[in-house]
């Protein structure tokens, strides 16, 4: 089927932000493992972490257990009895063990299943088996540790300071409170896969953060759609940098698809690359900000690792652990709303298949890259005009760390 004409997105999104430079970049900061620790302090310890959505504990006394691979510490969430979402380390206060193994539930206490020390929902310790046999036992002061908490938009974050540095309104800043209105609630369905990478955390958040390689990398997944209508080179409608975070407005016009995808976006209550002609809602300002027909997502990009891939109508979660130097766990939710019949579910399958599909070709190139850094085979990487998000992140990650150790010093 023909396709009307579209003009080309143009070059010049890296010259909208001059201090970000056009030079090329050094790799050494994707492998030098002391330069790994100082991230670690610098950025990590610092940041806060999407763990989940109040939809999982939404009554009193439901809970679920997170992980924050990149600390090695377990986390118990839990709603308690006045409505309160709390926040806690996973750890018994009598001799570390995890206080709760199952993966989510609902309780009224929390009893570790080594020696039965039980706490309450909002993590003071209600009951010592044997107390008479302890020395001068202070139960006031020996509940669970809390952990840092908050909630934005639904989303359940935690920070692993004791006493974080900014709140998360401080964190989230102007790319949080242009998101406000977008219906994150009402995709309530989601599924959830992760993988290990051989590879830098900056390397995985770069990989989905340009759309330069689609024709390249994704010639029968992502390209028929995002590249029809002559943008043959994958260039993006836009980008917008905010302090550390950055969002990219993708182009799509969707050429002509396969029989199955035809079916699908038929049937699809949200889809991937199908642009959306009526909402149920209004477009909160920042997505699509230039308000272009021709829209079709914007990766939504918190700085260090959170990434929202935002559609008309759902949206994927993707989170980037750093496990070392050159290792990185990642982790994808996609989230949908609920199917109202068979042929919606037959669309929203065939959604999530293709999000899988695309991860993984994007996943693929990662640790050949990684290894070619950890060599010393390249020494620069040279980035694109519509690359600006890959050179955005670099100069963040040199910055934050460089201000760190000035600090460091003082």
């Not at 891939?309 to 759902?314: E, K, L, P």
């Amino acid at each position: 089927m023909d396709q009307p004409t579209i003009s080309v997105p143009p070059i010049g999104l890296t010259q909208k932000y001059p201090d970000v430079g056009t030079g090329p970049v050094a790799t050494e900061i994707y492998c030098d493992p002391v330069f790994y620790e100082k991230e670690l302090a610098a950025i990590f310890q610092r940041s806060w972490y999407m763990i989940g959505r109040v939809e999982q504990i939404a009554n009193p006394g439901d809970f679920f257990v997170a992980e924050l691979p990149t600390f090695r510490q377990s986390l118990l969430i839990c709603r308690d009895r006045d409505g309160r979402v709390n926040g806690f380390h996973n750890v018994c206060s009598h001799r570390g063990n995890v206080v709760e193994h199952r993966d989510c539930g609902k309780t009224r206490l929390f009893m570790c299943r080594f020696h039965g020390w039980s706490y309450d929902l909002n993590g003071a310790l209600a009951a010592v088996r044997d107390e008479e046999g302890f020395f001068d036992l202070d139960k006031g002061q020996l509940g669970l540790k809390p952990v840092a908490t908050e909630v934005w938009e639904g989303f359940i974050f935690v920070s692993p300071q004791a006493q974080p540095t900014q709140t998360l309104a401080e964190y989230l800043g102007e790319q949080g409170r242009d998101l406000v209105g977008y219906p994150w609630s009402a995709c309530s369905q989601h599924y959830m896969w992760e993988t290990e990478i051989a590879a830098n955390w900056k390397l995985v958040v770069d990989s989905p953060a340009e759309v330069y390689h689609i024709p390249i990398l994704h010639p029968t997944s992502a390209a028929p759609t995002m590249m029809a209508s002559g943008n043959p080179f994958g260039r993006l409608l836009d980008v917008e940098l905010k302090g550390p975070h950055r969002t990219n407005s993708h182009y799509s016009v969707s050429g002509e698809p396969q029989p199955v995808q035809s079916l699908a976006y038929k049937n699809a209550a949200a889809a991937q690359n199908v642009v959306r002609d009526s909402l149920d809602y209004e477009m909160p300002k920042g997505l699509n900000p230039t308000r272009s027909p021709h829209w079709s997502v914007d990766l939504v990009m918190f700085f260090p690792g959170l990434a929202f891939t935002v559609s008309a109508g759902m949206y994927t979660a993707h989170q980037v652990w750093p496990l070392g130097p050159n290792r990185s766990l990642y982790q994808q939710r996609v989230f949908m709303r609920k199917a109202r019949n068979a042929a919606e579910r037959f669309g929203q399958e065939n959604t999530m298949v293709e999000f899988r599909d695309v991860v993984m070709e994007d996943l693929s190139t990662l640790e050949r890259i990684q290894r070619a850094v950890d060599t010393g085979q390249i020494q620069h990487f040279h980035f694109h005009d519509h690359e600006l998000a890959l050179r955005h992140q670099a100069k963040v990650v040199k910055d934050v760390v460089a201000a760190w150790e000035r600090e460091q010093a003082g």
